[in-house]
């Protein structure tokens, strides 16, 4: 209240006005947590002048706080960005990306495995504003480079396509994107940061995605109780456009689910860990079982695309850490759908929800043939179940399957 005596106001008036200074002296590991839709400005110069775009200057809450800028930037040391956009959701990163680079008479590739609501937007959005798509098979880079036209803007990049698991050869996806100077922007949420340099793929600088967009909802959160997703460059110009498009749309995200995420990082690369060697315990045990006649994980030997993921992934330390927590299993043909659901209820810790990437281990059946636009011949005929594994005992794991296993596919 400067320039005003405290019994000039009302109460009212006063608790608005509280003098509050920020804490001098207080170091604490935690960032503070900074609310505000409104940024105060001490004078009408400073008001006119503060930029936000190059995050030289608080505005208003949607331009962002410390509490977003600290987030941004820990995200950009997890992925090796430069710059950085904050969305409320993995999928508004990429409506972010799609909105920010695409216009009338441009083709945008998406992999024929990518995440589903993904594909629905091109189809129910993107196609609304003359915004072609077109589907290409993740395993067959020729099978890229010939639908590139000189219509193509964009391509979507998704190592692995989250429910069948395949994991492409993304440096060659690239390398044929830039050859046609087409943007590359890849779905980060499996790889997280952590399975492999999205922006330096070959480990010598000279070979890297354009844009990295992640899901925060799953790994960073790691949760299950938060939604947020973010947008991520490393050249300035990409950087703005996305950024201009993100301020006119408004998107922008809760201080409060910022903090979560920020709790959550420095665990991340633990959890991650866990999450992987418990998952391919698990992968490894289903594969002896009789009524599973395919294992989808990409770290398995035999898998689709294996040995792309062992290029990539498996140079970069010993051990487990480089392959997340999900994988897929194809449950033997001759069992019908019903026989799949009830082994799918008869799990106890395993529960029945979306999404991945906390601690709770869940399932999901799929219809594969129904999220693709040609059948993929590496998939033998079955029905695909995908498994997320979370935190719990890897062998309470284990026998919930073997449980379920039992009782919905009886031996003989
Ligand atoms: C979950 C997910 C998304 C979308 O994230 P939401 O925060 O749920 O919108 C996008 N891509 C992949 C690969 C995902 O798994």
Redesign the pocket.
Known sequence: MVGMKEHDTDLATRIVHHDYVPPAGFVAPQPGVYKASTVIFPNVAAMRSREWKDKSGYTYGLHGTPTTFILEERLCALEGGLQCVLVP???AA?ANVALALLQPGDEVLIPDNA?G??KDLANGELARFGITHGFYDPLDPADLAARITPATRLVWL?APG?VSMEFPDLCEQVRICRAHGVTTAL?N??GAGLAFAPFDLTGDGSLGVDVSAH?L??YPSGGGDV?M?SVMTRDPGLHMKIKLTHMRLGLGVGANDAEFVLRALPSIGLRYRAHDEAARTLARWLQQQPAIVQVLHPALEGAPGHAHWKALCGARQVGAGQAAGLFSVMIDARYTQKQVDAFCDGLRLFKLGY??GGPMSLVVPYNIASMRSRPPAHLKPGTLVRFSIGLEAVEDLRRDLQQALEHAFPAG
Do not use: Q
Request: hydrophobic share 30%; net charge negative.
């Open positions: 959701s993995g999928l990429i995440y609501p993904g998704e989250s779905d949420t499996w899901a909802t799953k939604l997703g999404s991945w």
